[in-house]
């Protein structure tokens, strides 16, 4: 079965950085895009980036927009986010997204936070 399982949350500092990892199994990895969402508490979830199955291309939320790069390593099965210049209002649970056959699959997330 699909299973996506993030990893990599924890402290950080404002103006710090983090990097997020989403591992991958139970379909092609190769072949799908993938994104990155969050959802801070009280708040709605909110897409943060996506990269399209090679890699070759990126988008980004505004809010996020040269300060996080999204990545992935089609080798690994496994999906990256690298955070720096981290701001308060970054902090959430961080979530990795696959569509497959018009269903979204979601990871449990991972905590960010940050220290003061």
């Known amino acids: 079965q699909v299973q996506l399982v993030e990893s990599g949350g924890g402290l950080v500092q404002p103006g710090g950085s983090l990097r997020l990892s989403c591992t991958a199994s139970?379909?092609?990895?190769?072949?799908?895009?993938m994104k990155w969402y969050r959802q801070a508490p009280g708040k709605e979830r909110e897409w943060v980036a996506t990269?399209?199955?090679?890699?070759?291309?990126?988008t980004y939320a505004d809010s996020v927009k040269g300060r996080f790069t999204i990545s992935r390593d089609n080798a690994k099965n496994t999906m990256y986010l690298q955070m720096n210049l981290f701001k308060p209002e970054d902090a959430a649970v961080y979530y990795c997204?696959?569509?497959?056959?018009?269903?979204?699959?979601w990871g449990r997330g991972t905590q960010v936070t940050v220290s003061s």
């Open positions: 139970g379909f092609t990895f190769s072949s799908r895009l």
């Open positions: 990269i399209t199955a090679t890699g070759f291309t990126t």
């Open positions: 997204n696959v569509e497959l056959n018009w269903s979204d699959y």
